[in-house]
């Protein structure tokens, strides 16, 4: 008979993160791979998928090709609101023999909330809060950079961009601030201008932790960059409460969590989340509801 294994993926614009377990839920392995945001390729995402699956499995006997084995993966990926990039993704010849796809936010509400209903607000390079209600899934946020993601890392990143320059042309003046971003860039007009010019949201967002230091050194302009990205924050929470008619706990997580929790100014409801959770368990979760369904 062959044995069940369960495969969660978490896999974003940078990164893929993937966890492997057997039927009792015993951790085989788990890898860090590379990007696999389905939506620049649908290509490049299964390579990095399989390849990080790969690597989990280096200290194991079991291989992907095995036919002692059933291999079931769940995945929250990052690019899904894209239905034609989602479809190809889909339909790409793979050795799984049950599939489930969904949003990278949805495996993350998942695993913070230890598979059951609950809220959350993911702040990092961007920003989306992300509700699982009853079957019920409701979204906020999460549309992009620069249209939309105001107030979180790549926004803090762009607006200390404009300040800088605004202090080179005298008409603000110089800080703290400005003064870590010509530093940063070895206070080469030159070399600034032309990565302002050619970065995306991923290098404007490794900018928001200057944000921070200069904060924490009572930088005025910093403080205001960081109190706006706390009323987006309510803003959000605000719109998120009003898609559900429960009341459901809600965790703050990503990588700028810690530094924007103080500016949230209604915190009746959410919190911190917890050490030790995870979006992939929370693709876990995903992929054994759907064994579970289909068995």
Not at 46 to 69: G, V
Not at 189 to 194: D, M, P
Not at 227 to 233: C, F, L, P, R, Y
Request: charged share 20%; aromatic share 8%.
């Amino acid at each position: 008979m062959k044995e069940d294994i369960f495969i969660g993926v978490d896999g974003g614009g940078t990164k893929t993160e993937v966890l492997i377990e057997n039927f009792a839920g015993n951790k085989i392995g788990e890898a860090i791979g590379g990007a696999a945001n389905i939506g620049p390729s649908v290509k490049q995402a299964w390579h990095s998928i399989n390849n990080a699956i790969s690597k989990a499995l280096e200290d194991t006997s079991i291989f992907l090709d095995n036919k002692n084995y059933n291999f079931h993966i769940g995945l929250g990926l990052a690019g899904v609101s894209i239905v034609q990039a989602k479809k190809e993704f889909l339909k790409t010849r793979h050795n799984f023999s049950s599939i489930i796809l969904e949003s990278d936010a949805h495996i993350a509400c998942l695993g913070v909330h230890d598979g059951s209903d609950g809220s959350i607000v993911s702040v990092g390079t961007g920003i989306i809060g992300y509700t699982i209600d009853s079957e019920k899934t409701y979204r906020v946020g999460g549309w992009g950079f620069p249209h939309a993601d105001t107030g979180i890392g790549a926004w803090l990143g762009l607006e200390a961009v404009r300040l800088t320059f605004s202090s080179i042309d005298g008409c603000t003046k110089p800080s703290i601030l400005t003064d870590l971003i010509l530093s940063h860039f070895d206070n080469n007009l030159s070399n600034f201008v032309t990565w302002a010019n050619t970065s995306n949201s991923t290098q404007f967002a490794k900018l928001a932790p200057f944000v921070i230091e200069a904060a924490q050194k009572d930088d005025q302009y910093a403080e205001k960059l960081l109190k706006k990205a706390g009323n987006e924050i309510d803003l959000l929470l605000k719109a998120l409460d009003k898609k559900s008619t429960s009341t459901l706990k809600c965790y703050l997580l990503g990588g700028m969590s810690s530094f924007l929790m103080p500016y949230i100014t209604n915190k009746d409801n959410i919190s911190l989340c917890e050490p030790g959770k995870s979006a992939t368990k929370g693709a876990i979760y995903l992929i054994r509801n759907h064994y579970n369904l289909i068995n």
